[in-house]
């Protein structure tokens, strides 16, 4: 260990693109492949693509193609789930609540 955890990001693209090689293996569909089944048709997202190595895996961390309008989607849909994380949460009465 070259730093005390929590101290210092190492962000690494080469764990991404294990993730990508992972699901594709797991699968039987590209990270592309999956993303658009499970991801890009829900939300009705057409335009996309995402760049592949020279093994035909997507590369994890980087090179996939969006619109900003695309972009916009995928931020309103993490502030839903970030703010229906925080409603959650409120809802959980506290260990001192009597029951």
């Known amino acids: 260990m070259t730093c005390i955890p929590g101290s210092q990001f190492n962000y690494s693209d080469g764990t991404t693109h294990l993730v990508s090689v992972v699901l594709t293996e797991a699968t039987g569909m590209t990270a592309l492949e999956f993303a658009a089944v499970n991801l890009f048709e829900p939300l009705g997202i057409e335009a996309y693509s995402w760049t592949a190595d020279n093994r035909g ?26 703010a229906w994380k925080w409603w959650l949460w409120h809802q959980i009465p506290s260990p001192a609540f009597p029951m």
Request: charged content about 10%.
């Open 57 to 82: 895996y997507n590369f994890g961390g980087v090179r996939l193609k969006i619109t900003p309008l695309t972009m916009l989607k995928f931020g309103q849909l993490s502030s839903f789930f970030l």
